[in-house]
């Protein structure tokens, strides 16, 4: 098992590029989480996937920021235009639905530097 | 969200027993309490979790207060690996169309320094 995999693992993009962040949950594992971490904000949620079917993105920027999970093996998170500020360590996690206490298991994550 | 409050960092020795202390005063009866350690370039790892009553994994000891107010993360022999950065989280249950589900908030963390 190689547990969650994250690409690439650095990114750099210019100001008003596009950055597509990709993931690859554990296998089995039917929910996904991404996550943004900075020095200032901390560990922000962002959003989860159930089954594939997006269940919760309260914590997405309104614009410019979408994550999709086309199948149960690859989520991606994009950002169009992006911003020094989308500067960060984009993490993304699974677990296994149904328990009640199921373990986060996360990724390396994807360094974004915006310049 | 459901809040926690830890010290920003702790230092401690090789070989030492470390108590790491988490306030959580507003906790709910079902919120369970979760641990997760974070190294530089690593995504968090989990270390353990609870409810109301102590419990122990190869990892760690979480001690739970009797009123859930706290808990505290009990570390024993640390050595230079267990240096990390580490979250005290409440599990939140969030309700939606396919049942139960949950997601963590996480806070800053207290950063362990562990010296030889």
């Known amino acids: 098992n190689a547990g969650v995999i994250q690409t690439p693992r650095h990114k750099v993009t210019g100001k008003g590029q596009e950055a597509t962040l990709w993931c690859e949950p554990i296998s089995g594992h039917s929910a996904v989480f991404w996550y943004r971490q900075t020095i200032v904000q901390g560990l922000e949620f962002l959003t989860y996937?159930?089954?594939?079917?997006?269940?919760?993105d309260s914590g997405m920027p309104k614009e410019r920021f979408s994550a999709q999970m086309p199948n149960q093996s690859h989520s991606t998170l994009k950002i169009q235009s992006t911003q020094p500020q989308d500067s960060a360590v984009y993490l993304c996690?699974?677990?296994?639905?149904?328990?009640?206490?199921?373990?986060?298991?996360f990724g390396a994550g994807t360094r974004l530097s915006v310049l | 969200d459901a809040k926690t409050t830890q010290p920003d960092s702790m230092e401690s020795t090789e070989g030492e027993t470390v108590h790491l202390p988490c306030s959580h005063a507003?906790?709910?009866?079902?919120?369970?309490i979760y641990w997760y350690r974070q190294v530089p370039l690593q995504g968090p790892e989990y270390v353990t979790h609870?409810?109301?009553q102590n419990t122990t994994n190869s990892m760690a000891f979480l001690a739970i207060a009797s009123d859930r107010k706290s808990s505290t993360l009990i570390l024993t022999h640390v050595s230079l690996r267990d240096a990390a950065v580490y979250h005290c989280i409440l599990r939140v249950a969030v309700r939606d169309s396919g049942g139960s589900n949950y997601k963590l908030t996480f806070g800053k963390g207290t950063l362990l320094t562990v010296t030889p």
């Open positions: 609870g409810l109301q």
């Open positions: 507003t906790i709910s009866g079902n919120e369970y």
């Open positions: 996690a699974s677990r296994w639905t149904g328990a009640s206490q199921n373990t986060l298991y």
């Open positions: 996937f159930r089954n594939q079917a997006p269940i919760d």
